[in-house]
């Protein structure tokens, strides 16, 4: 009995050390994520700035959830995700610095989470170097604290690769790939279906049921909004996506790489998308991707190890493709979800080369890539300052604006029409309209009323003519534009 009681009581601490080191070492794993992601969301707030002021895709976000100004016109192509993960600081505060603030953070979270999905898929030293890879670029730091819905697209598509991968083995993985499909779908349902095609497709041929009942979960969990907006709103759901496909230029065969390689510059809209490409320094990184991923998959070949490799390239390409050959015109950030996926293979390919068994070849591999990291480092840094610095001379316009605005008596509620009407409008307090564009949302004649009982004012490009409505009204000169308004109650 005694033995037997013994035998038992060292089983039991046998298997409390085993778990106690298994414990031990999944935190040594995680600890270079979280400090990758720490660093990751200090790096916003230092070098994107907390007061940089909203953008005019995010007044239009915001607006919907906001108490500070009325909800913007809402185009069809957009979706409810960024102003519902903004709802909670925009429903109750204006502060840009507190909105800001709580981007990043948030942000650094979902890319300790993303990278977390691929523990045990790949060494921890090759999940780190990824994340460092795609948090240093330029449009990843200044995207990441901003009301904008590429970089969740890029983190749900990150985790949502790994946790299919996993599902055979983690049922965690199939909550994952629930949440990811639905964060991507959330914010950009289209995306999220480019995104995921080469995960609808494998699942459908090797027959990964689960896996991709719980994909299918996801994007359907995260679309479901958008598709019954479709037909409360839009039209119907065809109407929608082509009406969407309208604002965006009209999907179809468009060779938008040198477009996309302009906009690398520090451009955060290339429409239209003119001028000479950016110093060979500034885009090499872009050149060096495809060989380093084709480098990856070599060695996952050589490995016999390809499906961990492939799956990422191929969400990749899938991903990038509409922003490629689809539309007329490019943004950075529209391939963030591309870049985020190709940051795992690549690092592999990288640490492969740093740890090869020849150490003469390792030595100068080694060397090679530090200076090469080191330079495209400074390259991404001094494309990021001298954008912020331009983006927050813009912003600081719009709210010289909106303070010109309230001194000649336009405040909420009022009206706001003309030259960025959306963005100052937001800034003033005020709603914004327009008669023609992509954000058609009212007539002249129903302007025209409006102005007999609330503030109006239309913002018009020096040399332009104003709207019929506003000939009659005083004007003043503003910035390069030409400010009519009209108060009633000062006659």
Known sequence: M????HATLDAARRERSRRMSAGTARDRATRPLALVAAAFALAQLVLVRPGMGLGWDETVYVSQVSGHAPAAFFSAPRARGVSLLVAPIASWSSSTALL??????????????????WRGLFPARVLALAGALFASLWVTLFYGPQAMPNYWVAVGALAAVACFLRAGADRGAWWGLVASGALMAWMRPTDAVWATLPLLALGLARRHRRALLALLAGLVAGAAEWVIEAYVAYGGLVRRLSDGSAI?????????????????????LCRPCTGALPHPLVTV????????AALALAFAVRARRTTPTLLPLACAATAAVPYLFLIGYAAPRFLQPAYALLAI??????VRLTTAPDGGRRRLATALVALGLAVHLAVQLGVLVSLVDRTTAAHQAWSRT?????SLGVRPPCLLTGHEAIPVAFYTGCSSAATSGHNANSTA???ADTARHSPVATLVAQGDRPPGYARHWPSVPLDGLRLYYAVPEAG
Do not use: E, K, M, N
């Not at 800001?100 to 999905?117: E, H, K």
């Not at 230029?249 to 955060?268: E, I, N, P, T, W």
């Open 2 to 5: 005694a033995d037997s009681a």
């Open 445 to 447: 004649q129903a302007i």
């Open 100 to 117: 800001r603030v709580y981007l990043a953070v948030l942000s650094g979270l979902a890319l300790f989470l993303a990278l977390r999905a």
């Open 402 to 406: 909106a303070i010109t605005l309230h």
């Open 345 to 350: 293979p690549v690092a592999d390919a990288l």
């Open 248 to 268: 965006q230029g009209g999907l179809g065969f468009h060779l938008a790489v040198v477009d996309q390689l302009r906009s690398l510059g520090g451009r955060a």
């Open 285 to 292: 990184w872009w050149f060096a991707l495809p060989v380093f």
